[in-house]
Nanobody
Framework: QVQLVESGGGLVQAGGSLRLSCAASGRTFNIYAMAWFRQAPGEEREFVATINWSGRETTYENSVKGRFTISRDNAKNTVYLQMYSLKPEDTAVYFC?????????????????WGQGTQVTVSS
């Protein structure tokens, strides 16, 4: 009913920038809050950022505050993650997620729809 497709991942040097995009299709009227998570090899999936439908409320994981910005363009059914000052520890597969609720939540169990992920690699 809802499909999410991430793009924009790649290889970047430490201190560099990257912008991830996630395009939603299908029954997009069911999508309210959206989020980004990431998962490094051998580690559990970690919350990164979330945004409500209007874009007026956002929440970030502490390690990315001041470096990452989540935004959305509902006319394009797309959510973005702008990443600055990237560090090697940011290396992971980044997933976008969407919820049928507009309440922000940092738990992956809260989200109803998931993309396939896009790889971000930060070299030192």
């Amino acid at each position: 009913q809802v499909q999410l497709v991430e793009s924009g991942g790649g290889l970047v040097q430490a201190g560099g920038s990257l912008r991830l995009s996630c395009a939603a299709s299908g029954r997009t009227f069911n999508i309210y809050a959206m989020a980004w998570f990431r998962q490094a090899p051998g580690e559990e999936r970690e919350f990164v950022a979330t945004i409500n439908w209007s874009g007026r409320e956002t929440t970030y994981e502490n390690s990315v505050k001041g470096r990452f910005t989540i935004s959305r363009d509902n006319a394009k059914n797309t959510v973005y993650l702008q990443m600055y000052s990237l560090k090697p520890e940011d290396t992971a597969v980044y997933f976008c997620a969407a919820s049928r609720s507009n309440v922000l939540n940092t738990s992956n169990r809260y989200y109803n729809y998931w993309g396939q992920g896009t790889q971000v690699t930060v070299s030192s």
